[in-house]
């Protein structure tokens, strides 16, 4: 039994910001984000939960699918900015969605957690675990952002997409692999609450550097990027019947235009087959790639029977791809 993706969603929050906005908020110009980054605006929260948003893109895949939400086996949140720590993001959809069916947990790779999510769910399918499953990448990552830390406010976004997933027959999700390294655990993080409680003497808990907030080595984690998405892809493709040169597109986590640049031109890809669309969306994390896929299939790019490949790669550090057939 093989699985595939048959629908495909996503939800923004309503408030679009310009680069020249954030001008006012950090020493920064367009100029630079543009340049540097390829972004020009995103969209962040005014009140959208990560929930809404999640809820909102799950409820699109699920009508682009045709199917009910109590047909659900299984829903599948990557967040890295969940409402609550408990209940999980997947629970609170379920119950927006009425999925009463389905078994529900969240999974936590940063941006790498859509391909990762689609694995599992993937996997599941193959085992007969379940039949119908909903994966989410839903992020408000505004809400963890030092909003004085030009390094980062000007990247991160806010959004969410949703794909469908079915038991099949035929090709779908051809490969996934996945990978971490954590002991690059220090380059791109955001620490949890301090280990505090009665036995520990005020002030000797271990506090976490940050503050809650994100942290990012930038330049190590772009020298990252740009080296292990031309590797995960080469990586995949081994042991298929599949080359680059089979691929009618590449979906890559929406990290950096030169990242994406760089990934291009050394698999020694067309860069015209790379999606993008970091220019009006930034960085949403875990729910770049399924933004994307439902992006381009609004915009008649994504066709039945292409194959595509999902790169995803962030904090952990983690990457993983998936090569699928749509
Ligand atoms: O989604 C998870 C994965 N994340 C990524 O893949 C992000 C990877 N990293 C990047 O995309 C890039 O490293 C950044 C976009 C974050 C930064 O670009 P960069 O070309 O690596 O810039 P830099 O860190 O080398 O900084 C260059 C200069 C510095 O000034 P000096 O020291 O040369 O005077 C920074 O202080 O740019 C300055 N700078 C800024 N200037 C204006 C840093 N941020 C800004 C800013 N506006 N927002």
């Not at 920064?28 to 972004?39: H, K, N, P, V, Y």
């Not at 976490?208 to 995949?236: A, E, K, L």
Request: hydrophobic share 40%; with cysteine; glycine share 10%.
């Amino acid at each position: 039994m093989n699985s595939k993706i048959s629908g495909l969603g996503h939800a923004l929050p309503a408030r679009i910001v310009e680069n020249r906005e954030l001008e006012d908020v950090v020493e920064t110009s367009d100029q630079w984000i543009r340049e540097r980054t390829g972004i020009e605006r995103r969209h962040l929260s005014t009140g959208e939960t990560t929930t809404d948003l999640a809820a909102q893109a799950g409820r699109m895949a699920l009508a682009d699918a045709g199917i009910l939400p109590e047909q659900l086996d299984l829903i599948v949140v990557a967040t890295m900015t969940p409402d609550s720590f408990m209940p999980a993001t997947a629970c609170l959809v379920q119950k927006e969605l009425g999925a009463d069916r389905a078994a529900c947990f969240d999974l936590s790779a940063a941006c790498s957690g859509f391909v990762y999510g689609l694995s599992v769910a993937d996997s599941m399918i193959r085992a007969g675990t379940v039949r119908r499953a909903l994966v989410i990448g839903a992020e408000t990552l505004s809400r963890m952002i030092d909003w004085t830390d030009r390094t980062t406010c000007v990247i991160f976004a806010d959004g969410a997409g949703a794909a469908v997933l079915e038991a099949t027959e035929e090709e779908g999700i051809v490969r996934c692999t996945l990978g971490a390294s954590g002991d690059d655990e220090n380059i791109l993080t955001t620490r949890a609450l301090p280990l505090r409680n009665y036995l520990i003497p005020e002030g000797a808990g271990r506090e976490m550097p940050g503050n809650g907030y994100m942290v990012m080595d930038g330049q190590t984690v772009f020298r990252f990027s740009t080296r292990v998405v031309g590797d995960s892809i080469r990586q995949t493709l081994e042991d298929t019947p599949y080359g680059t040169g089979d691929l009618d597109w590449v979906v890559p986590h929406q990290a950096n235009t030169r990242i994406i640049d760089y990934a291009a031109s050394r698999l020694k890809m067309d860069r015209e087959k790379f999606f993008v669309n970091l220019k009006n969306r930034g960085n949403t994390s875990a729910a770049s790639i399924p933004i994307a896929l439902s992006e381009m299939r609004q915009e008649g790019l994504l066709r039945p029977g292409q194959l595509v490949m999902l790169t995803g790669f962030g904090g952990g550090l983690t990457w993983g791809s998936a090569l699928v057939r749509f």
